[in-house]
């Protein structure tokens, strides 16, 4: 697919989807285009509902996103 | 981009929340808190209003009434939150490290940035009055920020004032937005001038009313306008109190 990935804003509490880095620690694998993710899935850490994210084109701040942690089974 | 428009007090959303029941673990306050909040843009369960205004996203005209009433610790990222207590106290705990309290003419800018929480409550048996305006930032995942500051309605009197934003004296954020105050104690006529033709202005009148170019304002009303080279705002002898929000598109 060659469309860019594109970034989501949860209206509710500023939580970030980057459809680049999906949502590892939430089941969403790098790459998860936003119309992929289930219309009942809710903000991890707010519970607002999917349809009221935001779609932002808004830079990163210097140094962000951070490398995530690697974690236990990967390199 | 919204068209202009003109909110009035009634018109805007409202929602009641107690510290019982389904939302007990989120607002605090036991027994019987009871958090109420006009919305002047969509923001939780109101959904049938503006979708915000430039930058802005969330304007709550909120009230925590009750001992310990408020929100419990919440995370929040990205956004720039602003809070101005008009009456009461507000006591503000959050992870960039301060614990505050807040009276009339008190406000703060919190960044969230890259992952912050807080927590407001109003420990007080008096009702807290406070304004929310939430802003999306120029930039994602900063280092979350905090700054806090007063205005002084007396000194500070029959002048245009920032509180936030690029300005001298303000509380700097990340993002091209600017809050201004007025608190007149008599007539006066002032001229607004948006930094670029492009910028819109919100207009909220907290107290009093005011003549806002073409439209009457009342206590609680608002207007939001594009375009305008200049806005002329005109206050009567009883005096008013508003709030000026200038935002990028």
Redesign the interface.
């Known amino acids: 697919m060659d469309e860019a990935f594109k ?1 989501w ?8 989807y980057d459809e680049a880095l999906g949502a590892p620690e939430h089941g969403l694998a790098p790459g998860t285009r936003w119309a992929d993710i289930p219309e009942d899935w809710r903000c991890p ?2 519970g607002t509902p999917k349809h ?1 994210f ?1 779609m ?1 084109e ?4 210097v140094g ?3 490398a995530r942690p690697a974690r236990e089974g990967s390199l | 981009m919204n068209p202009g428009f003109v909110l009035r007090a009634h018109a805007r959303g409202f929602n009641r929340f107690l510290s019982t029941g389904d939302s007990s673990s989120y607002i605090g306050g036991h027994p019987d808190a009871t958090l109420t909040r006009h919305s002047s843009f969509n923001f939780g369960p109101y959904q049938s209003g503006l979708r915000g205004f430039g930058r802005l996203r969330v304007f709550g005209d909120e009230t925590f009434s009750g001992a310990g009433c408020g929100y419990n610790i919440h995370p929040h990222h990205n956004f720039i939150i602003c809070a101005f207590v008009l009456k009461g106290q507000l006591t503000h705990v959050n992870t960039v490290g301060n614990i505050d309290q807040l009276g009339a003419g008190d406000y703060y800018a919190f960044s969230a940035g890259s992952g912050g929480k807080h927590c407001e409550l109003n420990l007080r048996h008096e009702d807290a009055n406070i304004l929310y305006v939430w802003m999306l930032p120029d930039q994602l995942l900063l280092p979350p920020s905090y700054g806090r500051s007063h205005f002084d309605a007396v000194a500070d009197r029959n002048r245009l004032v920032a509180l936030v934003g690029n300005a001298d004296g303000a509380v700097r954020i990340s993002q091209d937005v600017k809050i201004s105050r007025l608190s007149a104690d008599r007539a006066l006529e002032l001229d607004y001038q948006p930094r670029a033709a492009e910028h819109g202005i919100y207009v909220f009148v907290v107290d009093g009313q005011a003549q806002v170019n073409d439209a009457a304002l009342g206590a609680r009303d608002s207007a939001g306008i594009w375009g305008a080279a200049t806005l002329r705002i005109r206050t009567d002898a009883e005096g008013c109190d508003l709030l000026i929000l200038e935002t990028v598109p």
């Open positions: 970034r804003l949860c209206l509710g509490c500023g939580f970030l850490d707010c009221l935001e932002v808004i830079p990163y701040a962000q996103p951070a």
